[in-house]
């Protein structure tokens, strides 16, 4: 079975910090891009970050650069999202998608996510309150 199946997300207060992870079931990543979308209330998917196996690129929007930070383990299965200094804007239901790129097309030149992706995690919600 292929699926990416999410996990960490919850409540934290302003400045907190939280983790979460997307794992693989099924497949190895090194051949994807993995990004991290979120949807706040009222808006859509957001896509905030992501990474090319093949490329070894990585893409952050403005607000999560410097906050937040993408990661795998060496197994190549597992995605992470580390999010520091956390706001109240941060508030979202956060998912994690991949989508095949095994040329390496994803390249430093990115300007966002992909928007196709071939799985989609669950989502997991995160609330940032005082």
């Known amino acids: 079975e292929v699926q990416l199946v999410q996990s960490g997300g919850g409540l934290v207060q302003t400045g907190g910090s939280l983790r979460l992870s997307c794992a693989a079931s099924?497949?190895?990543?090194?051949?994807?891009?993995i990004s991290w979308f979120r949807q706040a209330p009222g808006k859509g998917r957001e896509g905030i970050s992501c990474?090319?196996?093949?490329?070894?690129?990585?893409y952050y929007t403005n607000s999560a650069k410097g906050r937040f930070t993408i990661s795998s383990n060496n197994a190549k299965t597992t995605v992470y999202l580390q999010m520091n200094s956390l706001q109240s804007e941060d508030t979202a239901v956060y998912y994690c998608?991949?989508?095949?790129?095994?040329?390496?097309?994803?390249?430093?030149?990115?300007?966002?996510?992909?928007?196709?992706?071939?799985?989609w995690g669950q989502g997991t919600q995160v609330t940032v309150s005082t």
């Open positions: 998608a991949a989508v095949m790129d095994g040329l390496g097309f994803f390249t430093e030149t990115a300007t966002a996510c992909p928007s196709e992706n071939d799985y």
């Open positions: 099924g497949f190895t990543l090194d051949d994807y891009v």
């Open positions: 990474f090319s196996f093949k490329t070894g690129t990585t």
